[in-house]
C-alpha cells in the first residue's frame, strides 16, 4: 500500500480528500509529514489515526528552517571538486614536482640508493697493455703476408722458434698449359695443402681460398718454416697471409 492509500484508508475517503502529505529528508534521512484538512499535524499512534498529535522530524533530517545540513554537504562537495581541479590543472602546465622520499620512477626501482645523476657515458678508461680483448673486437693475431713468382720448390715463410705459421688466405695465379701441382708443405715434408693447376691457351688459371683469423686453413709444425713446392720448372704467382702467434 502507497503513502497516500495509507492516508486515504486511515482518513476515510471525504477526509484524506482534504489532507497533504509532505516529504522531507537530508543525508539519506525522511521525515513524512501528514497534515489533516485544518493543517493539523497526524500521526499513526496505537494503530488509529491521531490528528492533534505533532510529528516531530528526525535528529538531524532537514526541515523548511533546517537547511544547514544540506549547505554543508554542498560546500564540502564544492572543496572536493576545486581541490581535483587544482591538481589536474597543475598536471596540465607542468607544475607537478615529484615529493621527496622513497618513490621510484619505472625502471630506477631497481637501483635504490643509487645516483644516477653523474653519471659519465662519454668517456671509457683505457684498455690496459696486452692482448686482452673486450667482446668480439678483433682476433688478436699479427696477420702477415708474402708474395712472388716461383718456378722451383721455395721456401717462402722462414721458421719462427716454438710457433706454428697458420696460413689463413692464399692466392696462386699461372699462364701456363702445363700441368702443375702446387703443394704447400711443412719443413718441405709435409704435405698439408695441395692445388693442381693448369691453363687453357690464352687464359689463365688461378685459385684462392681465405678465411678469418683466428681461424686458419692449415698451418706448419711448431717451429717450421713453410715451403711452396711445385711439379713443373712453370711460373706460379703466389700471395699468402698468415699469423705465426700461436705455438699449437
Known amino acids: 500500500m502507497g503513502l497516500w492509500d495509507g492516508v ?57 528552517a533546517k537547511q544547514d545540513d544540506q549547505i554543508t554537504q554542498e560546500t564540502e562537495i564544492n572543496g572536493h571538486v576545486h581541490s581535483i581541479d587544482g591538481k589536474m590543472t597543475a598536471c596540465n602546465t607542468g607544475a607537478v614536482v615529484l615529493a621527496a622520499g622513497s618513490a621510484a620512477i619505472g625502471k630506477l626501482a631497481a637501483n635504490s640508493g643509487v645516483d ?76 698439408l695443402w695441395t692445388i693442381p693447376l693448369q691453363a687453357i691457351t690464352g687464359t689463365i688459371a688461378g685459385a684462392n681460398l681465405s678465411v678469418a683469423a683466428p ?8 717451429g717450421e718454416k713453410l715451403t711452396l713446392d711445385v711439379s713443373a720448372a712453370v711460373n706460379v704467382t703466389y700471395s699468402v697471409s698468415y699469423f705465426d702467434d700461436d705455438a699449437s
Not at 29 to 54: C, F, H, R, Y
Not at 127 to 134: R, S, V
Open 215 to 222: 681461424s686458419f686453413l692449415f698451418g706448419t709444425a711448431a
Open 8 to 64: 486515504v484508508h486511515l482518513l476515510g475517503k471525504d477526509n484524506a480528500t482534504k489532507a497533504s502529505v509532505t516529504t522531507r529528508g537530508a543525508k539519506g534521512a525522511v521525515a513524512t509529514e501528514i497534515l489533516g484538512s485544518d493543517g493539523t499535524a497526524v500521526t499513526v499512534t496505537g494503530g488509529k489515526l491521531d490528528v492533534n498529535a505533532t510529528v516531530t522530524p528526525a535528529a538531524g533530517a532537514a526541515t523548511e
Open 116 to 191: 644516477i645523476g653523474d653519471v659519465d657515458v662519454t668517456s671509457l678508461p683505457s684498455l690496459a697493455a696486452g692482448t686482452n680483448l673486450i667482446g668480439y673486437t678483433g682476433h688478436g693475431k699479427t696477420i702477415k703476408s708474402v708474395t712472388g713468382t716461383v718456378s722451383a720448390d721455395t721456401d717462402i715463410v722462414a721458421a719462427v722458434a716454438n710457433k706454428r705459421i697458420k696460413v689463413i688466405a692464399y692466392s696462386l695465379i699461372s699462364l701456363s698449359t702445363t700441368s702443375n701441382t702446387i703443394t704447400m708443405q711443412s719443413n718441405a715434408s709435409a704435405a
